[in-house]
């Protein structure tokens, strides 16, 4: 289980409210936003500030990621929370992210 600490913000799941994660297991330091323009397909553009969350290394109750690309769920209601891919994602702001836990 994630211990909880009062000083850090803590993310649970949208559903079963179970604390999934810390602050600190965001990626350490945080990916430079993207300097350049690019078209997103799913946005239709790129925003200035970040708006998607990373994770930097797996977490325990995530099971077995060692596929290529999925998508993981609540340990506790199996809401899906996520997905990950090795080869990377683009962020919000056109960065592209590797290794993607997001």
């Not at 999934?20 to 430079?32: A, Q, V």
Request: glycine fraction near 6%; include cysteine.
């Amino acid at each position: 289980d994630i211990q909880i600490d009062s000083n850090i913000n803590n993310y649970a799941c949208r559903i079963c409210r179970k604390i999934l994660f810390r602050e600190d297991h965001f990626e350490d330091p945080p990916h430079i936003p993207a300097q350049h323009q690019l078209k997103s397909r799913k946005l239709g553009c790129i925003t200035k500030q970040c708006q998607s969350y990373f994770l930097r290394s797996q977490l325990p109750w995530m099971g077995n990621i060692d596929a290529s690309e999925g998508k993981f769920s609540c340990i506790h209601c199996n809401t899906k929370i996520g997905n990950w891919n090795w080869a990377g994602a683009q962020c919000s702001c056109g960065t592209w992210v590797v290794p993607a836990i997001q």
